[in-house]
């Protein structure tokens, strides 16, 4: 039941497996209800996390392994937020898989979002956070919300896109919507291809460096755009 309190740990929490034999799934971790720590959250897979409930970490959260949503949830952590492998919905059409992450300090996606055909996140909002890296190619189901709050430091505030970004309407408009304090960073290559809309509407400024189409919507900059290659905005099929 993704609504009962499963675990609350005073300091940090950690739960891992080893290789198994004998079941498909051996090696899988599989979390159904809420878990609060008041240190870290550290969760390694041998295979697959399974996460079905809200998570809340007083200082970092770590998953090392690939993570699969098995319901709508919300990660909560007062330091970072680290995603070492791929992030997707488990496949599942009974349940949904819309992400919401409010982090008191960095979030990383080191591994694909989307990595598997047909199991894409529903939505994924980042709420709050000091930054924000996406480190592969980012492939959502309807909408990609990302928001950044300054503080102090070199990257302060910066959203970071180094691969390409693709929406589908799905259980939404497939838009996607960028509030970056600092600078928003999207390498030369990282191609946007959105069946909604894009907007930039924080105070910091973009570094550009690829396409941007949109088949739904406009493409819309609120500060100060600098173009690092060649690119096309492209929204004529609005």
Do not use: H, W, Y
Request: aromatic share 2%.
């Amino acid at each position: 039941d993704g609504d009962a309190q499963q675990v609350v740990a005073g300091g940090d929490l950690s739960l891992s497996t080893t290789a198994g034999s004998g079941t498909s799934n051996s090696g899988d971790i599989v979390i159904e209800g809420r878990q609060t720590a008041d240190g870290s959250i550290t969760i390694s897979s041998n295979k697959s996390t399974f996460l079905g409930a809200d998570q809340t970490a007083g200082t970092e959260m770590l998953c090392q392994s690939a993570v699969r949503l098995t319901n709508d949830l919300t990660l909560t952590t007062g330091g970072d937020l680290t995603f070492a492998g791929t992030l997707d919905d488990d496949g599942s059409s009974a349940s949904g898989s819309a992400l919401t992450i409010d982090a008191g300090e960095d979030v990383v996606f080191a591994g694909a979002v989307g990595a598997i055909v047909g199991d894409r996140l529903d939505t994924l909002t980042v709420a709050d956070s000091e930054s924000v890296e996406f480190q592969s190619t980012v492939t959502i189901d309807g909408d990609l919300k990302v928001v950044t709050t300054l503080s102090s430091g070199a990257t302060a505030g910066t959203i970071s896109f180094a691969d390409d970004v693709t929406t589908t309407a799905g259980l939404a408009t497939g838009s996607v919507e960028i509030t970056n304090s600092g600078l928003l960073l999207i390498a030369p290559g990282a191609d946007l291809s959105l069946a909604g809309s894009f907007a930039q509407n924080g105070p910091g400024s973009t570094e550009l460096g690829g396409n941007i189409t949109t088949d739904n919507g406009g493409i819309s900059f609120d500060q100060a755009l600098l173009l690092t290659e060649s690119v096309r905005l492209d929204s004529s099929n609005r």
